[in-house]
Antibody, heavy 121, light 113 residues
Framework: QVHLQESGPGLVKPSGTLSLTCDVSGDSINNNHWWSWVRQPPGKGLEWIGDIYHTGTTNYNPSLKSRVAISVDKSKNQFSLRLRSVTAADTAVYYC??????????????WGQGTLVSVSS | DIVMTQSPDSLAVSLGERATINCKSSQGVLYRPNNKNYLAWYQQKPGQPPKLLVYWASTREPGVPDRFIGSGSGTDFTLTISSLQAEDVALYYCQQYYNIPWTFGPGTKVEIK
């Protein structure tokens, strides 16, 4: 069974950098899927942030592209998110998810449990 | 960007009755070479991550009860819960995977009347 788990600081200061890691178990990050980050502000809907393939190829949401970097560590079977210059608008539950490829990116399954990151001084 | 809209925002249905959720995309998500609609549906319960219910607009994920039925093509899609159960109380989201950026609808809240 595939399991994803997010980890990282729950509080980031304004103008700082949000950093999260997603540990993948039950599947190899080298397999033919993409790996995504999705966020959900409190009480609001879902926003795709970006994804990465095991080769290091990335796609980003244009709305966040200037501030986002996603990387992969194949040796640890994990991938990471960095979002810089954060503001209160970046406060959200951040999910990592496997982006099933058929062969192009398609649906998200499964998802991690999510981690709440608050931006506050 | 493909903008996804959903209606209604919320609905209350009696146990055992039908719930119908609509999703509309700002442009078609039917890929004609394979005749597949690049659309998925998710269920999200409070404090939980979204759970995949349906992909290719109408293919139920294994393990999902058959009361969840996805339909539609092109720009207009529907998720029907044929006989609402108490455990179906949740938010439901549609998502297109036709074009980057992958986008979600704003969600529909389903409650018990």
């Amino acid at each position: 069974q595939v399991h994803l788990q997010e980890s990282g600081p729950g509080l980031v200061k304004p103008s700082g950098t949000l950093s999260l890691t997603c540990d993948v178990s039950g599947d190899s990050i080298n397999n033919n899927h993409w790996w995504s980050w999705v966020r959900q502000p409190p009480g609001k809907g879902l926003e795709w942030i970006g994804d990465i393939y095991h080769t290091g190829t990335t796609n980003y949401n244009p709305s966040l592209k200037s501030r986002v970097a996603i990387s992969v560590d194949k040796s640890k079977n994990q991938f990471s998110l960095r979002l810089r210059s954060v503001t209160a608008a970046d406060t959200a539950v951040y999910y990592c998810a496997r982006h099933v490829s058929v062969p192009v990116e398609a649906w998200f399954d499964p998802w991690g449990q999510g981690t709440l990151v608050s931006v506050s001084s | 960007d493909i903008v996804m809209t959903q209606s209604p925002d919320s609905l209350a249905v009696s146990l055992g009755e039908r719930a119908t959720i609509n999703c509309k995309s700002s442009q078609g998500v039917l890929y004609r070479p394979n005749n597949k609609n690049y659309l998925a549906w998710y269920q999200q319960k409070p404090g939980q991550p979204p759970k995949l219910l349906v992909y290719w607009a109408s293919t139920r994920e294994p393990g999902v009860p058959d009361r969840f039925i996805g339909s539609g093509s092109g720009t207009d899609f529907t998720l029907t819960i044929s006989s609402l159960q108490a455990e179906d109380v949740a938010l439901y989201y549609c998502q297109q995977y036709y074009n980057i950026p992958w986008t979600f609808g704003p969600g529909t809240k389903v409650e018990i009347k």
